[in-house]
C-alpha cells in the first residue's frame, strides 16, 4: 500500500518533534538561568561600583579630616608653644637683672599656655576614643546645682577679668539622672566657650527647666554669639565659625559635646545671634 509507511512516519515526526521541544525547553532554561546569572552579575558589579564609591568617599573625608587635623594641630600648637619659648627666655633674662617682680606675669603666661596645650591634647585623645570605643555610662542621681559648682570650679582660673557665672535662678531640689563624669565633661566644655566667647565683666547665666517630657538645661551668655550661616555646622570635626576663626581653638569641642549628649540620650540645641550671644540648651529624658 502506497501510504503503508505514513504512521511510522507520522511516529518518527512525533518522536522528532518532542525531541526538538524537549531540547527548547531545554534551551530556554539554559537561557532563563544565562539571563538570571547575568542579572547576578550585573547587580553584583553595581553592588560592587557603589561599594568603591562609597569607600573612595570615605577615603576622601578621612583624608580631608586627616589634613585638618595637621593643619589645626600644627597652627594650634605653635602658638602657645612660642608663647613659653618666649616668657622662658623673658624670665631668664629678668633673673639675669635681679627682676624677679616682673617675672610672675610670664609664669602665668608659660602656665596659661600649657594649659591649653593640654586642652588641645585632651580633646584630641577624646575623639580618637569615641571613634574606637563608646564610654560606658554610669546612671546616678544627681544634684544640677552641685555639678555646675563642680564645673565652675574647674575652669574659674580660665575666666576672663570680671566675669562670673550665675546659677542662682535653680534649684537646690533639681535632679537630673545621668553620668556624672560625663555630664561633667559636657558643662565644662559649655561653659568654657561661654567664657572664651564672652568679654570681660560678663555674667554667664544657667536655668534649669522641668516638664512632662524633658528636663532643659540652659547656659547663655552676651558674648560675640554665631552667624546664622555657621549654626548648622557647628557640630562638625574641626569646623570653625567665621567669626572665631582667629581665636584659638580645635573645633573639635562642640563636636565632643555632641557625642557625649548621645551617649545620655539627650540632645544639644544653640540660639545665637552674630554679636548679641549665645544660649545652648542641653536636654535630657525625663525619666
Request: proline share 2%; net charge positive.
Amino acid at each position: 500500500m502506497p501510504n503503508s509507511n505514513l504512521p511510522r512516519k507520522i511516529d518518527h515526526s512525533s518522536t522528532e518533534l518532542s525531541k526538538t521541544v524537549i531540547e527548547l525547553l531545554d534551551t530556554n532554561k539554559k537561557l532563563e538561568k544565562l539571563v538570571l546569572k547575568k542579572d547576578k552579575i550585573s547587580k553584583a558589579l553595581k553592588d560592587s561600583k557603589l561599594k568603591m564609591k562609597q569607600s573612595l568617599e570615605k577615603e576622601k573625608i578621612l583624608g580631608e579630616l586627616k589634613s585638618k587635623f595637621i593643619t589645626t594641630a600644627s597652627h594650634e600648637f605653635r602658638t602657645p608653644l612660642s608663647n613659653i619659648l618666649s616668657s622662658a627666655e623673658l624670665c631668664h633674662l629678668l633673673l639675669e637683672k635681679k627682676e624677679n617682680s616682673k617675672i610672675k606675669d610670664h609664669l602665668s603666661n608659660i602656665a596659661s599656655s600649657v594649659q591649653n596645650l593640654t586642652t588641645m591634647l585632651d580633646e584630641f585623645l577624646t575623639i580618637s576614643h569615641l571613634e574606637k570605643e563608646k564610654p560606658k555610662v554610669h546612671l546616678e542621681i544627681i544634684s544640677i546645682k552641685s555639678i555646675l559648682h563642680e564645673a565652675i570650679i574647674k575652669i574659674s582660673p580660665n575666666l576672663k577679668n570680671g566675669q562670673s557665672i550665675d546659677i542662682s535662678a535653680i534649684s537646690n531640689n533639681a535632679k537630673i539622672n545621668s553620668d556624672n563624669q560625663i555630664l561633667l565633661d559636657v558643662l565644662i566644655k559649655i561653659l568654657s566657650n561661654s567664657s572664651k566667647y564672652s568679654f570681660e565683666n560678663s555674667n554667664i547665666i544657667c536655668t534649669f527647666k522641668v516638664d512632662s517630657e524633658s528636663l532643659r538645661l540652659s547656659i547663655s551668655d552676651n558674648g560675640i554669639g554665631i552667624q546664622e550661616k555657621d549654626i548648622p555646622h557647628i557640630f562638625r570635626k574641626f569646623y570653625r565659625a567665621e567669626n572665631v576663626i582667629n581665636t584659638s581653638g580645635t573645633g573639635l569641642g562642640l563636636n565632643i559635646v555632641k557625642s557625649y549628649m548621645d551617649l545620655l540620650n539627650g540632645t544639644i540645641e544653640i540660639d545665637s545671634q552674630a554679636n548679641k550671644g549665645t544660649t545652648v540648651h542641653l536636654d535630657f529624658p525625663a525619666n
